[in-house]
């Protein structure tokens, strides 16, 4: 693979309002290598065996589960014999229905910070997912498919599984307030962590005493403020060091450091590799 500056991005979408593919083996050349999507993805395991990364943490296949990948997520799908369904949306679905439904955002299934990206359905959920699926294939063959009954239909899922993620996960029972504040300080992570390493920033921006602002991250994530931003550098450093050609020097800058050395202790102090280590054993890894 011939290294950019850029995480190879998998085009499955191509500017529809949704589409649905059946996973199998050859969907996608990008597949088995470290790929952000152009959409958002919920993708539901009917068989097969084996792991998937996001973000380079590993999650086993297993029927019946459900998973949620967001655009600016790393995904990877090892060479193993799988099958599914795959639900593809962008961004006007995805707004709309955090519009109509606000203590869904950044919540559940739909945390792009959540170290359990999936759900198990039980009975029930999964005979929702099986109604509404051929639904959704019968829409999309229409020959001027209704887009308002599309999107009422993958509400339906989201909602069904974050409901399920609550009754799966039950340390996510928290009150609105605290979804929504929670909610509104991942987002600020992701929009500043390359700009400010420290809580400060983000302390004044919230208006919010770090004390509480800990609280409420560490009730929705298992995370302190501090710790978030942290993680957040990692994930993106390890992604440049896999997929782009920029030295680990220039990732550094990149991602707000202005001192190389300082980059290679952080990155070593969480990975116990160095940046050079550590691309070197990726490398590895994909040659063998």
């Not at 170290?115 to 959704?136: C, G, K, M, W």
């Amino acid at each position: 693979m011939r290294k950019s500056n850029k995480v190879p991005l998998q085009a499955l979408l191509e500017g529809d309002y949704l589409r649905v593919y059946r996973m199998h083996k050859e969907l996608n050349d990008l597949s088995a290598i470290p790929h952000r999507h152009d959409h958002y993805e919920l993708m539901m395991i009917t068989g097969g065996k084996g792991d998937h990364a996001i973000n380079f943490k590993q999650y086993p296949f297993k029927v019946n589960r459900v998973y949620f990948i967001h655009p600016g997520q790393v995904h990877t799908i090892n060479e193993f014999e799988r099958d599914g369904i795959l639900i593809l949306f962008g961004e006007t679905i995805m707004q709309r229905f955090l519009t109509l439904h606000k203590s869904e955002d950044h919540f559940g299934l739909l945390d792009p910070f959540t170290d359990t990206p999936f759900v198990d359905l039980d009975a029930p959920s999964r005979e929702l997912y099986q109604s509404i699926l051929p639904n959704i294939q019968q829409e999309l063959k229409a020959r001027q498919p209704d887009e308002a009954i599309l999107f009422h239909y993958v509400s339906l899922l989201l909602l069904a599984a974050n409901r399920r993620f609550t009754q799966q996960h039950t340390d996510t029972k928290h009150s609105t307030k605290e979804r929504e504040i929670s909610s509104q300080l991942k987002r600020l992570v992701e929009a500043y962590y390359k700009q400010e390493h420290g809580v400060a920033f983000y302390v004044k921006k919230m208006n919010l005493p770090i004390k509480q602002l800990n609280k409420y991250c560490s009730l929705t994530s298992g995370l302190s403020l501090y710790a978030l931003i942290q993680e957040r550098c990692l994930i993106e450093s390890k992604i440049l060091l896999q997929v782009s050609a920029l030295s680990a020097k220039e990732i550094s800058y990149q991602l707000g450091f202005k001192d190389p050395a300082y980059f290679g202790r952080f990155f070593k102090k969480h990975t116990g590799l160095t940046p050079v280590g550590y691309r070197a054993q990726v490398a590895l890894k994909y040659q063998s």
